[in-house]
């Protein structure tokens, strides 16, 4: 019975991880310079939902693994009021995981997190996001009043430290 059990979980993660994605090339991108952002809602790690702040002025997206790993390590080792404080919000994509990774491994492990994580949770919703983008790269959002004034990507901490402390 066991071994019933195990294979039929491991045929049923194979076929979540082998499911054909979504067609997303006909999705309107997102993150585009004059774009608005205002409004945007989004969960956080803890499922509070969080609406962009009018006072918001950057917002870093980590929209692969390794990307994500470079901001929470260094998110890590600042205080936790250390994004609010930059007035800077941080979204990662999460969408890609299998559901039942993301479920038993990724949001447990992002809840020992002291920043707010927002997520993109759905490659629906995320892929509006990533269309158009080095999505290996953490992508930087400059916006003024609501609207993107300038995107650039970065691939390391210091990069990363010095875009959220500009002024």
Same mark, same amino acid.
């Given at each position: 019975?066991?071994?019933?059990?195990?294979?039929?979980?491991?045929?049923?993660?194979?076929?979540?991880?082998?499911?054909?994605?979504?067609?997303?090339?006909?999705?309107?991108?997102?993150?585009?310079?004059?774009?608005?952002?205002?409004?945007?809602?989004?969960?956080?790690?803890?499922?509070?939902?969080?609406?962009?702040?009018? &006072?918001?002025?950057?917002?870093?997206?980590?929209?692969?693994?390794?990307?994500?790993?470079?901001?929470?390590?260094?998110?890590?080792?600042?205080?936790?009021?250390? !994004?609010?404080?930059?007035?800077?919000?941080?979204?990662?994509?999460?969408?890609?995981?299998?559901?039942?990774?993301?479920?038993?491994?990724?949001?447990?492990?992002?809840?020992?997190?002291?920043?707010?994580?927002? !997520?993109?949770?759905?490659?629906?919703?995320?892929?509006?996001?990533?269309?158009?983008?080095? &999505?290996?790269?953490?992508?930087?959002?400059?916006?003024?009043?609501?609207?993107?004034?300038?995107?650039?990507?970065?691939?390391?901490?210091?990069? !990363?430290?010095?875009?959220?402390?500009?002024?």
């Amino acid at each position: 019975m066991i071994k019933i059990i195990t294979a039929i979980t491991l045929a049923l993660l194979f076929v979540a991880c082998g499911a054909k994605e979504q067609n997303t090339q006909d999705v309107e991108a997102k993150l585009v310079v004059g774009t608005s952002l205002s409004g945007l809602t989004l969960q956080d790690q803890f499922e509070a939902e969080h609406t962009l702040k009018t &006072t918001t002025t950057k917002v870093v997206f980590a929209l692969a693994k390794e990307s994500a790993h470079i901001c929470n390590d260094f998110f890590e080792t600042q205080k936790p009021s250390y !994004l609010a404080q930059n007035n800077t919000e941080f979204i990662a994509d999460v969408s890609a995981a299998p559901s039942i990774i993301k479920s038993l491994f990724i949001l447990p492990g992002l809840k020992d997190f002291k920043h707010i994580v927002l !997520l993109l949770n759905e490659k629906k919703a995320a892929a509006p996001f990533r269309k158009g983008l080095d &999505t290996e790269k953490i992508i930087l959002v400059t916006i003024h009043d609501g609207v993107i004034a300038k995107i650039t990507t970065v691939s390391t901490d210091k990069e !990363l430290q010095a875009f959220i402390e500009a002024k």
